[in-house]
């Protein structure tokens, strides 16, 4: 009895590189929790005893938002980082496959 392993063909082994690299290696290597913002959100008020904490409090929320924002442009930046690493190696892997059929 003879097993044969994604088909035994370049094709067949093609395939099966392709769902490793899809499920096994990017499960292997992905992040285990998704990354969280440390900004500290300002106590909520609607009543100022003094124009004092009235001005402290909109600048602890101009804070606050500029820290999000801030948090919000580096997970951009990594997943475009991410997307172009993943671009890459589809068009490494696709490149080989085609250069092994000519």
Request: hydrophobic fraction near 45%; proline fraction near 4%; charge should be neutral.
């Amino acid at each position: 009895m003879k097993i044969t392993v994604c088909g035994g063909t370049l094709f067949g082994l093609s395939v099966c590189a392709v769902i490793f690299f899809f499920i096994a290696i990017p499960a292997a290597r992905a992040d285990t929790s998704p990354p969280s913002h440390f900004c500290v959100q300002p106590a909520k008020q609607t009543v100022f005893s003094s124009k004092g904490l009235r001005e402290k409090y909109v600048e602890d929320v101009r804070v606050y938002k500029a820290c999000i924002e801030q948090f919000v442009e580096e997970q951009k930046a990594a997943v475009k980082v991410h997307h172009e690493a993943a671009e890459a190696a589809i068009k490494e892997f696709n490149d080989f496959v085609k250069e092994s059929q000519e």
